[in-house]
């Protein structure tokens, strides 16, 4: 059984950092594409950041240059490091893990993802 597990959210001041970690297990997500979603109350789910099978990266707009994503294919596990947090930045964070393998490309739909994370809650206070 696959199970995606994340973990580092919680609460921070605006201008701080998290980082946010997604330990894969029941099979290996090495060759596939892994990403990152929030979703914020009262708003629908987003994608933030992406990873495909061989380390190319995909950010939307609101995050390049302050949110990093990573993987480490040893350990079946993705990051998101979060700096320069800002309120809108809250949400709970979901991982997610394509199923397709060797995927030219880095997803951004939903509909992409097979595997989910139950999420974790990051707070930003300003």
């Known amino acids: 059984q696959v199970q995606l597990v994340e973990s580092g959210g919680g609460l921070v001041q605006a201008g701080g950092s998290l980082r946010l970690s997604c330990a894969a297990s029941?099979?290996?997500?090495?060759?596939?594409?892994m990403g990152w979603f929030r979703q914020a109350p009262g708003k629908e789910r987003e994608f933030v950041a992406g990873?495909?099978?061989?380390?190319?990266?995909d950010y939307t707009d609101f995050v390049k240059g302050r949110f990093t994503i990573s993987r480490d294919n040893a350990k079946n596990t993705v990051y998101l490091q979060m700096n320069s947090l800002k309120p809108e930045d809250t949400a709970v964070y979901y991982c997610?893990?394509?199923?397709?393998?060797?995927?030219?490309?880095?997803?951004?739909?939903?509909?992409?993802?097979?595997?989910w994370g139950q999420g974790t809650q990051v707070t930003v206070s300003s």
């Open positions: 997610a893990a394509d199923s397709t393998r060797y995927r030219t490309y880095v997803p951004r739909s939903i509909s992409d993802y097979d595997y």
């Open positions: 029941g099979r290996t997500f090495s060759d596939t594409a």
């Open positions: 990873i495909e099978w061989r380390g190319r990266t």
